[in-house]
């Protein structure tokens, strides 16, 4: 019989084979976009980018109240955040820096243009709210996963819990006041990335329903107003409005079928359980996911400079999961394990668990 800890452990397995199937859908538009028109059909007509990023934030969401439970101190919390995202941003700018010295930047040229005043913003993660040019182009979504752990964070620590009743309802709201906003002052607004807070919100909705502390209609009710809201959003931002790059389709069908992913995956216990969900090799493509939707257009870049792009789909495919997995053992779980030796070693303050609030209070282990 497995340990209590095991087996509530393999409780959330499910979430790594998730977390893979959207980092595998993000590497899959960026390994067959502008390959061929027929391919380029492909991933314009599912936008797997998309949706695999959607995804990403709705399990970002499900762990935050998680990693919470037993109480929550601002200066652990944030240690262990940033030692969770740093340390292989950091390496993989250290790696295309590196890199287009030596290719007299044709690497990445936008990166060896760069001035250091936009290498700074990219490493703080504000290049797209300054104009600055991207030096790894996934790095966008990293500033809203820290605007998520901010708004998260700040609710703990000002209000003991998450709240996570009140953001749901307040999520919804705020997201149709500021579309009406757009519309009234004809000004575009960014409601695919504001949207992406609200997937946080919803996602942290899942991990209540796993705890027993919601019904699952009432899941199941927040998922149909998610859906609503977020078609009225980015319909006007991508339909009532124009995007130069993406379509409404491909604006508002991944988030649907994201949302009918994580939904269903969360709502029915069998899925959760299945052997498919539950394959080793699904589960370490998951703990490897990060390092493989930071570094894959690394990888993607190496092959092709080294075989052409014609020739270097599959090769870039090997190098990408080559690449995560070193990522993973080399930098991720060391990195976690200095935050977790920061943080119980007395170099932080530990602060006892507290109450927490109906949210995340100690309850029956996750539902399997």
């Known amino acids: 019989m497995a340990k209590q800890g095991e087996a509530k452990h393999r409780r959330v397995d499910f979430l790594d084979a998730l977390r893979l199937i959207a980092a595998g859908a993000v590497l899959f538009q ?13 991933v314009d007509l599912t936008s797997p ?13 499900f762990v935050m109240p998680m990693t919470s439970e037993r109480g929550f101190s601002l200066p652990r919390f944030a240690t262990k955040r940033v030692l969770r995202i740093y340390p292989l941003l950091l390496l ?10 030596a290719t ?10 760069t001035s250091p005043k936009f290498w700074l913003a ?14 790894l ?60 807070i609200y997937a946080a919100i919803f996602g942290a909705r899942a991990y209540q329903l796993l705890r027993g502390q919601i019904e699952t ?29 993406i379509t409404l389709w491909q604006a508002i069908m991944p988030w649907t ?43 993607l870049r190496i092959a092709d400079l080294l075989l052409g792009r014609a020739n270097a789909l599959l090769v870039g495919i090997v190098l990408a999961f080559v690449m995560a997995a070193a990522g993973y053992f080399l930098v991720e779980r060391p990195g976690q394990d200095f935050a977790n030796w920061v943080t119980r070693k007395g170099a932080l303050p530990k602060v006892a668990a507290d109450a927490v609030g109906t949210s995340c209070e100690p309850g029956p282990p996750l539902r399997p």
């Open 30 to 42: 960026h390994v067959f976009e502008g390959r061929n028109a027929a391919l380029d059909a492909i």
């Open 49 to 61: 980018g998309v949706f695999g990023v959607v995804l990403f934030f709705f399990i970002s969401g």
């Open 92 to 101: 993989a700018f250290l790696f295309i820096a590196v890199l287009n010295g």
């Open 104 to 113: 007299g930047g044709a690497f990445f040229p936008a990166a060896f243009t």
């Open 122 to 135: 990219n490493i703080f993660l504000i290049q797209d709210y300054v104009r600055a040019p991207a030096v």
């Open 137 to 196: 182009n996934v790095t966008w979504t990293l500033s809203l996963e820290f605007a998520w752990y901010a708004l998260f964070a700040a609710m703990m620590h000002f209000r003991g819990h998450p709240n996570i009743q009140t953001l749901i309802r307040a999520a919804p709201i705020v997201l149709l006041v500021l579309t009406a906003a757009s519309v009234l002052a004809h000004f575009r607004m960014p409601f695919g990335r504001v949207g992406m």
């Open 217 to 245: 209609r009432d899941f199941l009710r927040d998922a149909l107003i998610f859906e609503a809201v977020t078609l009225i959003s980015n319909g006007v931002a991508f339909g009532y409005f124009r995007h130069p790059n």
């Open 257 to 299: 079928l994201a949302l009918i992913v994580f939904t269903t995956v969360c709502s029915v216990q069998s899925i959760r359980q299945s052997r498919l969900l539950n394959a080793e090799v699904l589960l370490f493509g998951g703990r490897i996911s990060y390092s493989l939707y930071l570094l894959h257009p690394i990888a």
